[in-house]
């Protein structure tokens, strides 16, 4: 995954949720909230990305029992998230041109 | 008594989407996988009920082993996938139909990656589909006699006498082949498909009637190559040889050798016996007999006509102890055989619809070929 490369809405979704930590179920239902209802990740795309994004070090194993374990962002992922939210919140900023034009043209 | 459990073959592995939906079908008429196997699914009596089901495939090699980690495992689990069974790179996961279980991927190019090892366990079967395409092909220009090759020879020489066999080995290797590269066909297409976005189809209608006509057909013509080597296998028989000879092959009483049989390096029932085998091509007589320290070896072929015998005797001649063509043997005229030839130790007659191959390594005694001119 290159650094600087944009994040996949399920990539950004998840760090948002691991800014506490949080287990694989956990993290479903707190996406489920922070997209007010609009993201019902499938385990099987959580289980991918997890996977990657541990490789990569973005995230960490906290703690395992049972079968259950927690994870949390790594201040390297949390850099990747703010550097994905800076570059959302271009993309945004410079999209507001779309609206004046509406505006302009009512 | 009424069955419970049932078994059932089911789709291969790389038909993922036809596999959920095979799956599907026997819950809804009343039958719960149990277990997956390699070709076989062990299903049980339930109550019939909707239930959606989902492949997902093991990334590791069977040498890691295949089984998913505990972890995703749970993690389905907590969702609502409850994981049933697995083999090979699949594994089966269920939900009830209605439950809130949300779909396991969102992204088709996520999913396309879990292909992976399901795409190295196929990839490189089109080498071996052409190996195999490549043997068949020797088989059959051996068999039509276009090629002299020892091996080509070897497969002549079977499909004389063990045409059923032959015919099922080639049509096993013929089905083996297309089934590769149809494999390898059909997960290139869903792994491209998949990467370019398009999400998997959970419950495909499409048919693929090419491939299952041309896969039903080899199957009834591998069907019908068994059938055959069975009964190929049925009818040979073997037993010690008689007293009083009952087949086209000759005796050593012929021969003037008389005396107690005997056992060389080998039994005395190995040593004198009679086996009788019949393919689609001929009818063979392999005889031995060991009579004082005398030993002779007899192969009888009954072909249905003299054309037919005619254009097996170079094959058969590759059996020769010392020789490796005709052009080994001297030609010997005799009056009551078509074609005689004198090897060292070996030699070749053919009269009428058959032709006998004699070994016999004793200088002393009469030729076979004079025995057999004899007796016409």
């Not at chain 2, 699914?41 to 339930?46: N, Q, V």
């Not at chain 2, 020892?150 to 004389?160: E, G, S």
Request: proline content about 3%; charged content about 25%; some cysteine.
């Amino acid at each position: 995954m290159a650094e600087n490369s944009p994040m996949t809405e399920a990539m950004y979704y998840i760090l948002l949720a691991l800014l506490k930590p949080a287990h694989g179920y956990g993290m479903m239902q707190r996406i489920t909230e922070l997209s007010r209802g609009r993201l019902h990740m499938g385990p099987g795309t959580l289980y991918g990305v997890l996977t990657r994004m541990k490789k990569d070090g973005w995230i960490v194993l906290n703690s395992e029992e049972d079968r259950r374990k927690t994870y949390s962002i790594t201040p390297a992922g949390k850099d990747a998230l703010l550097a994905e939210y800076e570059r959302l919140k271009h993309l945004v900023d410079d999209g507001k041109v779309l609206e004046e034009e509406e505006n302009e043209n009512e | 008594m009424k069955m419970n459990r049932t078994y059932r073959f089911h789709p291969a592995d790389y038909a993922i989407g036809e596999t959920e939906k095979f799956y599907e079908d026997m819950a809804a008429k009343g039958w719960q996988l149990v277990k997956r196997g390699l070709y076989l699914s062990r299903f049980e009596k339930a109550e019939p009920e909707k239930r959606r089901y989902r492949v997902e495939l093991s990334t590791t090699s069977a040498f890691d082993g295949t089984e998913l980690p505990e972890e995703q495992i749970a993690l389905y689990e907590e969702c609502g996938w409850q994981f049933v069974t697995g083999a090979s790179v699949i594994n089966v996961f269920t939900a009830a139909e209605g439950s809130d279980a949300p779909e396991i991927y969102q992204d088709s190019t996520q999913q396309a990656d879990t292909m992976k090892q399901l795409r190295r366990i196929y990839r490189g079967g089109w080498v071996i589909a052409l190996i195999m395409v490549v043997l068949d092909v020797l088989a059959v220009l051996g068999i039509a006699g276009l090629l002299d090759w020892k091996l080509a020879m070897d497969i002549r020489k079977a499909w004389i006498i063990g045409t059923g066999l032959v015919l099922l080995v080639m049509l096993l290797y013929n089905q083996s082949a297309f089934r590769l590269l149809y494999a390898e066909y059909r997960i290139a297409r869903l792994y491209r498909q998949m990467k370019k976005g398009q999400p998997l189809d959970h419950s495909p209608n499409k048919k693929h009637w090419p491939h299952r006509i041309a896969s039903s057909l080899m199957w009834a013509a591998i069907g019908v190559a068994g059938v055959i080597s069975l009964y190929q296998l049925v009818s040979s028989e073997h037993y010690l040889l008689p007293t009083e000879k009952e087949g086209p092959y000759l005796v050593l009483a012929d021969f003037g050798v008389e005396g107690e049989r005997k056992g060389m390096f080998r039994s005395v029932e190995e040593c004198n016996r009679v086996e009788v085998s019949q393919s689609l091509i001929c009818k063979v007589w392999d005889v031995r007999e060991c009579v004082e320290d005398v030993m002779l070896y007899q192969d009888i072929y009954e072909f249905k006509d003299r054309e037919t015998a005619y254009r097996y005797l170079e094959t058969i001649v590759t059996d020769s102890t010392f020789a490796d063509s005709l052009d080994d043997y001297q030609l010997v005229e005799l009056e009551g055989l078509d074609l005689a030839y004198a090897g060292r130790v070996d030699y070749i007659a053919v009269k009428e619809n058959y032709i006998y191959f004699f070994t016999l390594a004793d200088k002393k005694i009469i030729s076979p070929l004079e025995v057999l001119a004899s007796k016409s």
